[in-house]
């Protein structure tokens, strides 16, 4: 349960950035604080830690998922897609804008996609472990979707400058 830790910490760090901030306030510049510390610290953070998980530990990963059929090559390959998304993620840091929507768009497919396999884990082999479908069931829905909401909002508040229109591709 140690992810639950990180939107705690992107809350807490957020609220503290916030409050420390020398810019001038305005709604766009607090909500680009807290979606740039969500998408850092809940998401990109929990990815790379959980993927190292994943690396270091597979087996037992494997065994609180409810997989008892070992830990395969199936571990190694989600910690890389995990490291990888957490790492573009991170470096939201210093890129904004689209950029973030990308990392967005991404994590939202990883995890949706995670918590879709663990639905249908339940649903067609009765699998109930709490690390299947338990609060990480939940996290997986609710965390892309609260950085989708941020973002929204963000973008709503004027945050972002203009979104960059498709170029026609030359014929």
């Known amino acids: 349960m140690i992810f639950l830790l990180y ?4 809350l807490g760090g957020a609220t ?13 510049r607090t909500l680009e604080i807290y979606l740039v510390w969500w998408v850092v610290v809940a998401i990109g953070v ?10 270091f530990d597979g087996k ?22 995990d490291i990888a998304i957490g790492t573009i993620a991170f470096l939201c840091i210093w890129f904004r804008g689209n950029f973030i929507l990308a990392v967005l768009i991404a994590i939202t497919i990883s995890w949706w996609g995670d918590g879709y396999g663990h639905i249908h884990q339940a649903i067609e082999y009765d699998n109930h472990d709490p690390d299947n479908t338990g609060i990480v069931l939940y996290s997986d829905w609710i ?29």
């Open 60 to 81: 037992e990963i494997a065994e609180e998922i409810g997989f008892t059929r070992g830990d395969g090559g199936f571990q190694f390959e989600n910690a890389m897609a």
């Open 143 to 171: 965390l892309p979707l609260v950085g989708l909401i941020l973002y929204a909002l963000y973008r709503r508040a004027g945050g972002g400058g203009p979104l960059r229109e498709a170029r026609p591709t030359p014929t």
């Open 7 to 10: 939107p705690i910490i992107a």
């Open 16 to 28: 503290i950035h916030r409050w420390r901030d020398k810019q001038p306030r305005s709604r766009a």
């Open 46 to 55: 929990g990815n790379i830690i959980g993927g190292l998980f994943h690396i």
